[in-house]
């Protein structure tokens, strides 16, 4: 009986003791997958996309994450060619107008994917005074200077470098652009900085420095259409932009220097709304506009931290949302987009079939005084930066 009594002893510690090793094991290997997956890297992949008539070569660069999220850039005009997330069933679309060879990107386009500077957005007449010295900006947009004139940021060929840390890539794109290049004052040293995590982040840091006073602002012009289906509008799409007022603009689209209150009018996105609910009701604002082109003064309490707009499909259960330092955003609603740009397999882009969030500041600073200022003096550094978030719902 002692003997059986023992043995039964013996046997339950044994077992006991075999189940813990096993769970500890498990855990460790669940432990260590976890880990695995945490620090798993963004790789970044370099190939060629082209040539340039003048002969230069155009490189494009692949930042891919471990959650289904690929970026691609190229060398000219910073431009975001591709840009595929998952969408809820877990399968990853391009999310962004984008053109397949660079002969299409060197047509005239409306600034598909691309940086825009020295200045976002337009300036009246083209003309502005620093330094008691007026200056006079390419007229591209007769008689104003739209998004940096005729050769602007998004037509340039920048330098690239690759940045690796693991966790993030960074494609970190440099430019000079020289003294009174398009009219603007000062040799103007650029750089634009994309990063993507594994966190479905893309983040756009945008610095420049200049040996001169002048004026700079900054963003990017990705037209989005979040089902991942350009023969979509976006109409559908939900938007939040938290803010209150809009900067009113005249019939050229050009800032009248007045403000005017989103509430009671189709400006008001403090809460999710259809793109298409009132894009077509009558307001003298939206007919300036075509639609929605105009710049929202964004509350943006802490800034780049506050989520300051918001873009949702309910289809693809697709995502988009947007911090930043700037203090406005020009929603824009493809309202020049007319059947004339072709899709990457067959087809053209039509009206409305991508919106651009553009961070920025305010159209036309230089000219209006009560405005945030857009100058940028020797010593000081341009220094901004905008995350778009992708995620599913
Ligand atoms: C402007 C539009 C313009 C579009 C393409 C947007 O940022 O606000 O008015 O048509 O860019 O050029």
Redesign the pocket.
Same mark, same amino acid.
């Given at each position: 009986m002692n003997v059986i009594y023992q043995f039964t002893f013996i046997l339950v510690i044994f077992c006991l003791t075999s189940f813990t090793t096993k769970d500890e094991e498990t855990k460790l290997v669940a432990k260590k997958i976890v880990t695995h997956s945490k620090y798993q890297e963004v790789t970044i992949k370099k190939s060629t996309f082209g040539i340039t008539p003048e002969g230069e070569k155009i490189d494009s660069y692949k930042l891919k994450n471990q959650n289904g999220m690929e970026v691609d850039i190229i060398t000219y005009g910073g431009i975001i060619t591709d840009l595929k997330v998952p969408n809820k069933k877990g399968i990853s679309e391009n999310v962004v107008i984008g053109f397949k060879t660079l002969e299409e990107y060197l047509q005239p386009n409306?600034?598909v994917g691309a940086i825009i500077g020295r200045y976002a957005?337009r300036i009246a007449n083209g003309k502005f005074s620093l330094d008691g010295k007026e200056y006079q900006l390419t007229l591209n947009r007769p008689p104003h200077s739209? !998004?940096g004139g005729e050769k602007g940021f998004n037509r340039v060929v920048w330098k690239a470098v690759e940045v690796k840390s693991g966790k993030k890539a960074s494609l970190r794109l440099s430019y000079l652009s020289k003294d009174l290049e398009e009219g603007y004052p000062g040799n103007l040293q650029v750089c634009v900085t994309y990063t993507l995590t594994n966190e479905n982040q893309l983040e756009v840091l945008y610095e420049a420095t200049t040996d001169k006073e002048t004026i700079v602002n900054l963003t990017q !012009?990705s037209y989005f259409n979040l089902s991942g289906d350009f023969s979509n509008t976006i109409l559908e799409h939900e938007v939040v932009l938290q803010s209150d007022k809009i900067v009113s603009i005249n019939e050229n689209?050009i800032p009248t220097g007045e403000f005017e209150w989103v509430a009671n009018t189709p400006f008001d996105f403090r809460t999710a709304k259809k793109i298409g609910k009132e894009i077509g009701v009558k307001n003298e604002q939206l007919e300036r506009g075509n639609g929605y082109?105009h710049c929202w003064v964004l509350n943006n309490s802490e800034r780049g931290k506050t989520i300051v707009a918001k873009a949702y499909d309910k289809v693809s259960g697709r995502l988009l949302e947007v911090t930043t330092d700037e203090p406005g955003i020009?929603l824009?609603t493809g309202n020049?987009l007319k059947g004339n740009l072709p899709m990457r397999t067959s087809g053209f882009y039509e009206h409305r079939t991508g919106f651009?969030f553009?961070t920025q500041h305010f159209p036309d600073s230089p000219n209006q005084s009560n405005f945030p200022t857009t100058v940028l003096i020797p010593g000081k550094k341009y220094k901004t930066k905008t995350t778009f978030t992708f995620s599913v719902n």
């Open positions: 409306p600034y957005n739209l !998004h !012009h689209g082109d020009q824009y020049f651009c553009e």
